[in-house]
């Protein structure tokens, strides 16, 4: 059983920052794939960003083309942890932001919402003057 927990949502002004936080625990280990989807009212679960680990390579990010430049994920195997640092935030970056695991056995792609098993319960973030 895994379990994500996220944390670090809130109220912003356009231009403001964020850091967005995901504890994880239970069976995910660094091989899992960790990613933050979004979702707004009316909308459809976005992919946001997501990060890879390889033993023999460390990690390797991608990211959606809205938030490329802006944000920034990272992981702390040590910790077990996943981090969404997001900068000149914007209105539309107003959204429900959900962490997520993807099993190394999925096969899915990193973007993919419906290949990753486990989904933490979200936080809000708000960008409004």
């Known amino acids: 059983q895994v379990q994500l927990v996220e944390s670090g949502g809130g109220l912003v002004q356009p231009g403001g920052s964020l850091r967005l936080s995901c504890t994880v625990s239970?069976?995910?280990?660094?091989?899992?794939?960790m990613g933050w989807f979004r979702q707004s009212p009316g909308k459809e679960r976005e992919f946001v960003a997501a990060v890879t680990w390889f033993a023999w390579s460390g990690g390797r990010t991608y990211y959606a083309d809205s938030v490329k430049g802006r944000f920034t994920i990272s992981r702390d195997i040590a910790y077990n942890a996943v981090y969404l640092q997001m900068k000149s935030l914007k209105p539309e970056d107003t959204a429900v932001y959900h962490c997520?695991?993807?099993?190394?056995?999925?096969?899915?792609?990193?973007?993919?919402?419906?290949?990753?098993?486990?989904w933490g319960q979200g936080t809000q973030v708000t960008v409004s003057s």
């Open positions: 997520a695991a993807q099993p190394p056995t999925s096969g899915g792609a990193y973007d993919a919402a419906h290949s990753y098993t486990n």
């Open positions: 239970g069976r995910a280990n660094s091989e899992y794939t």
